[in-house]
């Protein structure tokens, strides 16, 4: 359940919030998927999509970001922060907020809780060893967890989740019947650049093989979306995946749209972790 405010309060008099996040998954997401066929190991092409995001988008998207002196949130699996240290390193250092994203983006419903936990710890302290602090916002993987995991995160001191779908505000998570601190910050199936662009043959990604779409009518639904967002005073989250987002022509439709949501001076951009700390104080 979720409270109903006829207009959200956002600071310094903003209008709305708009949330850029990254799912900085690298390879985790083929090499999980190309498990399930025998010899998949061997498919190192459908791998390669994802080492595009680390090797070459992100350097771009940092340059992008700093350019509009932008702070964005990059959920990034522990796997892909051992594999990438510096990198990891140097979004850090521009001021970038680094969220948990699981180890191997593992598909926490199919997990226990114990599961779950010493997953969540042993990258902590990978969090800890590579750039000097643990993550205090979580995203689930592959879309779902299991009815223990939000429980779980708020016992280990996790400030906010970006995960579930209902709500375009940010809202306290009722756990075991009680409203608590942890907070929901929800992103959508429709402003996520996967949805639109991602595509493999072999794996199957989708399964029907039926989509690129276009970058014009993509850039036209983010953009009309983000109207919405703004006329109602919500809170924007872009889901993007620097694999996806990070091609060349895919850049320049987000610098566009960058610009665009800047011509608004009243805009908040905010990590997820500020605007979870705003949402505590606030409501």
Not at 53 to 77: E, N
Not at 119 to 143: C, E, M, N, W
Not at 202 to 227: C, L, M, T
Not at 260 to 282: H, Q, S
Request: charged letters at 25%; one cysteine or more.
């Amino acid at each position: 359940m979720t409270e109903t405010y006829e207009k959200i309060k956002w600071p310094d008099h903003a209008k709305c919030a708009v949330m850029l996040s990254f799912d900085l998954d690298g390879d985790t997401i083929w090499a999980n998927g190309n498990r399930s066929y025998a010899g998949g190991e061997n498919f190192i092409r459908s791998t390669s999509i994802g080492n595009y995001g680390p090797k070459r988008s992100v350097p771009r998207i940092l340059d992008l970001l700093d350019k509009y002196h932008l702070q964005a949130t990059f959920f990034t699996p522990a796997k892909v922060v051992e594999e990438n240290p510096e990198l990891l390193q140097s979004i850090d250092h521009a001021g970038h907020e680094i969220g948990h994203h699981g180890y191997r983006h593992e598909r926490f419903i199919d997990l226990t809780r114990d599961e779950q936990k010493a997953i969540i710890l042993h990258s902590q302290d990978i969090f800890q060893q590579v750039i000097g602090k643990k993550a205090r916002g979580y995203r689930t993987p592959s879309g779902d967890w299991s009815r223990e995991t939000a429980g779980l995160l708020n016992e280990l001191g996790f400030m906010y989740s970006s995960s579930m779908r209902g709500d375009d505000r940010p809202y306290r998570t009722v756990i075991d019947g009680q409203v608590t601190d942890f907070i929901e910050i929800a992103p959508k199936w429709d402003l996520d650049d996967f949805v639109q662009f991602g595509y493999n043959i072999f794996p199957a990604e989708p399964a029907g093989q039926d989509r690129i779409s276009g970058i014009e009518h993509v850039y036209n639904n983010f953009k009309q979306e983000f109207d919405g967002y703004y006329k109602y005073g919500l809170c924007y989250v872009l889901l993007m995946h620097p694999q996806i987002i990070g091609k060349p022509g895919r850049l320049l439709m987000l610098e566009h749209l960058l610009q665009y949501m800047k011509l608004n001076k009243d805009v908040w951009f905010a990590t997820g972790e500020e605007i979870a700390k705003w949402w505590r104080a606030n409501y």
